[in-house]
């Protein structure tokens, strides 16, 4: 099953300029929140929702918009 820690998503930013490994943990708590990654909320999740299927990201280098699918 794609987004557990054995089998991590593979995602880039909305603009595409860097690369990161994601994945659920329910254990965690609250789960997925890692300490280095609370400020930069617009870099790191919206392309976690993308995988989800709850959101559609728009992939533009400057700009990016995200909208409920």
């Known amino acids: 099953m794609a987004g557990t820690r054995e089998d991590p998503w593979q995602l880039t930013t909305p603009s595409g300029g860097s690369a990161y490994t994601a994945y659920r943990d329910p254990e965690a708590d609250p789960p997925g929140l890692k300490k280095g990654l609370r400020g930069r909320f617009a870099?790191?999740?919206?392309?976690?929702?993308?995988?989800?299927?709850?959101?559609?990201?728009?992939?533009?280098?400057?700009?990016?918009?995200?909208?409920?699918?």
Request: charged share 25%; no cysteine; glycine share 12%.
């Open 43 to 69: 870099n790191y999740v919206p392309p976690v929702l993308e995988q989800l299927g709850g959101v559609e990201v728009e992939h533009k280098a400057r700009g990016n918009r995200m909208r409920a699918a």
